[in-house]
């Protein structure tokens, strides 16, 4: 668990710290489900915690505030990936205090970020630049260099100004910088069982080699260009759910 306390400011006082949940296929105390909560079941029971509170968080930003789909909040990627969400506490507070939607141990869920292992639907297929015939497939991308995704990155409008992206994308970076082994090892295992769309090819041998990619609305490229990403400008600029996005990469050192 991290922690941040933020400087003296005319805002109101927090102290930020994160918590994360593994993927599906990583869960192995109890069966975990990846529920949607709703507002007759707003914490299912069987829903690891911390992505129950994510999944508010995403409801709240990309579905209430910019008419996201609903239906494409959950994806075929949550299931394979890690997600962090941040907790705010009021300084002076009780943190041991439970709120509603937390965990148990205090803070409200505030803002959360999601890392996809390799590999990641083909960007020709996904912007639908592909032939007709090959849009009825979904195809991933085995040829390039395999990457980690940082996706679904979103803060209440109510804490933004307290530099929480940057919290949740340096927590991010770190933990894949130490973490080399398990994500290769998500990796290979979804490229065996995804044999035959692969045609015989060689993808999942390569093993990730520090390189973090992100599809970035493109009102926020700049934020992101300030923390070390650079706009891939060969990918062009496409839409999702009916926002402008961009890609940018970046490369951190693997310990």
Avoid at 12 to 25: G, M, R, S, V, W
Avoid at 120 to 138: F, M, R
Avoid at 186 to 191: G, P, T
Avoid at 222 to 247: F, K, N, P, Q, S
Wanted: net charge negative; with cysteine.
């Amino acid at each position: 668990m991290a922690s941040q306390a933020m400087p003296p400011s005319t805002k109101k006082e927090y102290t930020f710290t994160t918590k994360f949940y593994p993927p599906l296929h990583l869960s192995t105390s109890k069966p975990t489900t990846q529920l949607y909560p709703t507002p007759q079941n707003p914490n299912p029971a069987t829903n690891n915690p911390v992505f129950t509170d994510a999944m508010h968080i995403r409801h709240a930003v990309f579905v209430q505030e910019q008419h996201c789909r609903a239906e494409e909040e959950i994806d075929d990627d949550d299931a394979r990936s890690w997600g962090w969400v941040v907790y705010a506490h009021r300084q002076g507070n009780n943190q041991q205090q439970d709120t509603e939607g937390g965990d148990g141990d205090g803070g409200e869920a505030v803002g959360t970020i999601r890392l996809v292992p390799p590999p990641h639907i083909s960007h020709h297929h996904l912007t639908g630049s592909s032939a007709p015939e090959e849009k009825k497939k979904v195809r991933y991308d085995y040829d390039h260099e395999p990457y980690i995704k940082i996706t679904r990155v979103a803060v209440l409008a109510s804490f933004r100004g307290y530099g929480l992206s940057r919290l949740l994308m340096r927590t991010v970076e770190d933990w894949a910088a130490n973490n080399k082994a398990v994500i290769d090892e998500m990796y290979s295992q979804f490229a065996q069982n995804h044999m035959p769309e692969r045609g015989g090819g060689g993808g999942g041998r390569e093993g990730w080699n520090g390189l973090i990619g992100l599809h970035a609305q493109v009102q926020v490229e700049r934020m992101y260009a300030a923390m070390g990403y650079v706009t891939d400008e060969a990918m062009g600029r496409w839409h999702e759910e009916g926002i402008e996005h961009l890609g940018m990469f970046k490369r951190v050192a693997i310990f």
